[in-house]
């Protein structure tokens, strides 16, 4: 497990962190300048906070209030930073055993077979980094940060310089290799499709503070805050007012409808935001309307649409409705020509209210976890990033 409580100012802004992460993959998510780098840098000992305890497997590896702080190499911590750092005068068999001076030489080599393996980059231990691939770099410098078995993994933003066919593969590759090695790691992006396909659980950043942390459906479908939405982008975020509490049904008032959530304790007159996600509209055909009871059911008209690849992007407008649209809808392909919506403009939509989300209105509360802030480098005196 890894404790982690920090605190440092700098240039009047104030960094804060708390957070414990057991096991998995954990992703720091957020805008650049939000706090995740230099928390990668501070676990991996290369940053020193001003105040705060950084704990690992029971092991105090920093602890401002003893006035301890251990040097990065004896935190057995394997960080990967965002540009790989490789030496770029040795070769990968090199980069891979530079921290393995301490083993026999036959012992050094017979790791460096075994990562060049592990990483899936055998027949490359005789070239120079800038022989190789950015994918390539890439698995490199993982394989160096696993030659000393480490407790924990930290990676920034390791799919930024990468294209976006070559990211798929390593996330998929990371997936497979963090369940085969066991190791806690924590990787830092600004990705949203990293979120989707690594986050075990996941801890959203914003200006040095962290807005929420969990499992990845409660941060994506259940939100603490509008701010937090906007990040997920949760597309659909509706300013209701509360009606009325009742029967075990939240009654909420928007765009001159009445929709039906679940039951919160929440007085009428209450300003809310209503988020439901565009993959969760669900687009009914009015000859299947008693297939199963219905409710939030709304009518309105497809003013635009979006095509990404295999998916659409459609934007809905209600009846009686001045905006320009007034939901998002996401659907594949297939259902798009299945219903004929190359024609048929006008549609049915319900809001299931399993899928909707509601939120008081608030200023975002900083949940007991907050974040310290960003930087890409490491810097001789800490910069805001």
């Known amino acids: 497990m890894l404790e982690v409580t920090l605190q440092k100012s700098f240039d009047g802004f104030r960094l804060e962190v708390a957070f414990a992460v057991n096991d998995g993959l954990v992703v720091l998510f957020g805008p ?80 460096v077979a075994e990562l060049l393996d592990l990483c899936g980059i055998q027949g490359l231990e005789h070239r120079l980094p ?63 499709a990293d979120v989707f396909a690594l986050g075990q659980r996941v801890i959203v950043y914003d200006g040095g503070r962290v807005l929420q942390q969990g499992t990845q459906d409660e941060v994506f479908f259940r939100p603490v805050s509008r701010r937090v939405a906007e990040f997920v982008r949760t597309g659909n975020i509706l300013s209701a007012v509360v009606e009325r509490v009742e029967a075990g049904t939240l009654w909420l008032r928007w765009q001159g409808y009445c929709l039906a959530t ?8 209450t300003s809310v935001d209503l988020c439901i996600r565009p993959t969760q509209v669900l687009i009914v055909r ?76 608030r200023a975002d509360a900083v949940q007991p976890t907050s974040a310290i802030a960003d930087a890409s480098h490491i810097p001789a005196t800490p910069a805001r990033g």
Do not use: C
């Open 32 to 111: 650049s300048g939000s706090g995740k780098s230099l928390t990668l840098q501070a676990i991996a000992g290369t940053v020193q906070p001003d105040t705060g305890r950084i704990v690992l497997d029971g092991q105090p590896l920093y602890d401002s209030a003893h006035h301890l702080n251990l040097p990065p190499q004896q935190r057995h911590v394997g960080y990967v930073p965002q540009h790989y750092a490789l030496f770029p005068h040795l070769t990968v068999a090199k980069n891979i055993g530079f921290g393995l001076i301490r083993l026999s030489r036959r012992a050094r080599a017979q790791r």
């Open 130 to 192: 800038r022989q190789l691939s950015g994918g390539q770099q890439q698995r490199v410098a993982l394989a160096r940060a696993l030659a000393w078995q480490p407790r924990l993994l930290l990676l920034d933003e390791p799919f930024a310089a990468l294209d976006v066919a070559l990211r798929d593969t390593l996330r998929e590759e990371l997936v497979q290799g963090q369940a085969r090695w066991g190791i806690p790691t924590l990787i830092v992006t600004h990705d949203l």
């Open 262 to 269: 679940a039951p919160l304790p929440l007085a009428p007159g």
């Open 286 to 361: 009015p000859d299947r309307m008693t297939a199963r009871p219905r409710e939030n059911l709304l009518w309105g008209n497809i003013v635009g649409e979006v095509r990404h690849a295999e998916m659409y992007t459609l934007h809905l407008r209600l009846d009686d409705s001045a905006a320009e649209y007034d939901l998002e809808v996401v659907l594949p392909g297939y259902v798009y020509h299945r219903l004929g919506l190359e024609t048929t403009r006008r549609i049915l939509v319900e809001l299931r209210r399993q899928a909707l989300h509601v939120m008081p209105h």
